[in-house]
T-cell receptor, first 114, second 112 residues
Framework: QQQVKQSPQSLIVQKGGISIINCAYENTAFDYFPWYQQFPGKGPALLIAIRPDVSEKKEGRFTISFNKSAKQFSLHIMDSQPGDSATYFCAASMIIGGTYKYIFGTGTRLKVLA | KAGVTQTPRYLIKTRGQQVTLSCSPISGHRSVSWYQQTPGQGLQFLFEYFSETQRNKGNFPGRFSGRQFSNSRSEMNVSTLELGDSALYLC???????????FGPGTRLTVL
């Protein structure tokens, strides 16, 4: 019940295209959903996050779509660029023991072709 | 503000040895979490500290331990290293218990 399922495992997109990564969760107690971007040799960097009271959040070329009834959320990267090539992790978090516990998806390796 | 820093960045140890990793959170952040990242298992939560107290713990054996100091810096210790402990160990800090987490660059541990 605390799993977060992320798909696809890898994704190849042409420059200028739209990259879409999906995540699904089971536990309705999750109430914060961040996305992280990780480049090789670096730690994950917070990209964008959403709470379940909104259905969409946009920051520049990055958009999170959230479907509370389906317990799914997705990351859309518009006008994908070669510099976006990285591994993306979704996460779902909830308060446990007075602190937010994060459950991460397994990651999606994105490659944007020039 | 400087980001989360972790030292050392790379470590090579042999089985049976022990290792201590260090994490300095972003200035003003009081919560520090530790994660193990491997290709097969992804990001696995180890433990979280806030105000020098362990607030949450993942499903790792007792060989993995940590502590937090009064200046919020944290250390993680792994005793009796096993080959399977080879991983990238990530530290993340947040301002409070419910704040967004910001990761450091990690310590790459290789156990031979």
């Amino acid at each position: 019940q605390q799993q977060v399922k992320q798909s696809p495992q890898s994704l190849i997109v042409q420059k200028g295209g739209i990259s879409i990564i999906n995540c699904a969760y089971e536990n309705t107690a999750f109430d914060y959903f961040p996305w992280y971007q990780q480049f090789p040799g670096k730690g994950p960097a917070l990209l964008i996050a959403i709470r379940p009271d909104v259905s969409e959040k946009k920051e520049g070329r990055f958009t999170i779509s959230f479907n509370k009834s389906a317990k799914q959320f997705s990351l859309h990267i518009m006008d994908s660029q070669p510099g976006d090539s990285a591994t993306y992790f979704c996460a779902a978090s909830m308060i446990i023991g007075g602190t937010y516990k994060y459950i991460f998806g397994t990651g999606t390796r994105l490659k944007v072709l020039a | 503000k400087a980001g989360v820093t972790q030292t050392p960045r790379y470590l090579i140890k042999t089985r049976g040895q022990q290792v201590t990793l260090s994490c300095s959170p972003i200035s003003g952040h009081r919560s520090v979490s530790w994660y193990q990242q491997t290709p097969g298992q992804g990001l696995q939560f180890l433990f979280e500290y806030f105000s020098e107290t362990q607030r949450n713990k993942g499903n790792f054996p007792g060989r993995f331990s940590g502590r937090q100091f009064s200046n919020s810096r944290s250390e993680m210790n792994v005793s009796t290293l096993e080959l399977g402990d080879s991983a990238l160990y990530l530290c993340a800090s947040s301002q409070g218990l419910a704040g967004s987490k910001f990761f450091g660059p990690g310590t790459r541990l290789t156990v031979l």
